[in-house]
């Protein structure tokens, strides 16, 4: 079965900080792997996918099959990046989201 | 492009009924999902349509069940509701699958009281 999973559900930044959001994941095939956020009374978007291989907003992650990580990063965090953020896991069929990490930059 | 839209956005529902949730795809997407998001949770998958079939389900009981119409909107329909059935659904479109991902609603707030 696969399962993905976020040991933080809390992450508190000070503004310009490096950001390090973990995701481990179980998956017998090969992963595709997504970072969603959700905004502050805004609907889930995709953040980014490891397949496009591209950063938004200045995030990057970067897929390790050996450790089976997918963490998500940003050099110096920023006020507007605060935000709840699922990593999910697809098979093509569907998404199997992590419970969730709130990120908190503060000032 | 109004996205996926759903409805209706808030529900209040007594154990034992049945409630329907609608939801519209994205313009040019013609697979739907739906996800149950509990508190404190993360999305659920529940079940996705695609060509008005459901093609693969969840961990979810029968009491949950949908359909999807020629145009590609979808219905999520919960019979005998329990108190825990009370969460966020949500609604996703793709194309094809869900290799470039998804587009989500912004959900329906069911609570069972």
């Known amino acids: 079965a696969q399962r993905v999973t976020q040991p933080e559900k809390l992450l508190s930044v000070f503004k310009g900080a490096p950001v390090e959001l973990k995701c481990n994941y179980s998956?017998?095939?090969?992963?595709?792997l997504f970072w969603y956020v959700q905004y502050s009374r805004q609907r889930l978007q995709l953040l980014l996918r490891h397949i496009s291989r591209e950063s938004i907003k200045g995030f990057t992650a970067d897929l390790n099959k050996g450790e089976t990580s997918f963490h998500l990063k940003k050099p110096f965090a920023q006020e507007e990046d605060s935000a709840m953020y699922y990593c999910a896991l697809s098979d093509a069929s569907k998404l199997t989201f992590g419970t969730g990490t709130r990120l908190q930059v503060t000032l | 492009d109004a996205g996926v839209t759903q409805s209706p956005t808030h529900l209040i529902k007594t154990r034992g009924q049945q409630v329907t949730l609608r939801c519209s795809p994205k313009?040019?997407?013609?697979?739907v999902s739906w996800y149950q998001q509990a508190l404190g949770q993360g999305p659920q998958f529940i079940f996705q349509y695609y060509e008005e079939e459901e093609r693969q389900r969840g961990n979810f009981p029968d009491r949950f069940s949908g359909h999807q119409f020629p145009n590609y909107s979808s219905e999520l329909n919960v019979n005998a509701l329990l108190l825990g059935d009370s969460a966020l659904y949500l609604c996703?479109?793709?194309?094809?699958?869900?290799?470039?991902?998804?587009?989500f609603g912004s959900g329906t707030r069911l609570t069972v009281v």
């Open positions: 996703a479109s793709s194309l094809g699958g869900g290799r470039y991902g998804y587009t």
């Open positions: 313009s040019g997407h013609d697979t």
């Open positions: 998956y017998s095939g090969s992963p595709e």
